[in-house]
């Protein structure tokens, strides 16, 4: 059976509760996931694209906010920036009005390496989207910019 028969079968059974709902999107979300980060690159570690990405995302950034942000702990930052910092990926400066402060930017490398990788992920999804119907591109569409809202509402109760 193909993902797309496997897809229309699946959507046409309606999920019973919203915990059914949850589990299955859990399910096809995690497993998105670890196909995406297989399309990955070799120049960087998941951990350090994504602390790559959230440098450039924010503008520079001290390392105290981006462990914070990204969730792990300080000596973990440390080392991925050591590690991008030693590829010319991102490039540490004192902070422009407070001297003692350090910042962490992302550097023309470290932009290129993100747009292959955010390239390749794409291309990835674009030809698994080819074989959708008109329908299934729609429905998909719908359900990115209600995944969007979803996460927009979490980044504003972290802030």
């Not at 993100?114 to 998909?140: F, I, M, V």
């Amino acid at each position: 059976m193909s993902a797309t028969t496997t897809a229309k079968t699946n959507s046409t059974t309606p999920a019973s509760t919203d915990k059914d709902l949850a589990e299955r999107l859990r399910s096809a979300i995690t497993r998105m996931a670890r196909r995406l980060r297989q399309q990955g690159d070799a120049d960087a570690s998941p951990t350090q694209l994504a602390i790559l990405a959230t440098i450039e995302r924010r503008g520079p950034i001290t390392l105290g906010e981006l462990a914070t942000i990204e969730r792990v702990q300080p000596p973990t930052v440390t080392a991925a920036i050591d590690r991008l910092e030693g590829q010319d990926l991102v490039r540490r400066r004192a902070d422009d009005t407070d001297r003692r402060v350090v910042r962490v930017a992302v550097t023309g490398a470290g932009r290129k390496l993100l747009a292959r990788h955010r390239s390749r992920k794409t291309a990835y999804l674009a030809q698994r989207l080819d074989g959708l119907t008109r329908a299934e591109r729609a429905t998909l569409a719908d359900a990115a910019t209600i995944l969007d809202g979803l996460l927009q509402q979490d980044q504003e109760v972290a802030r």
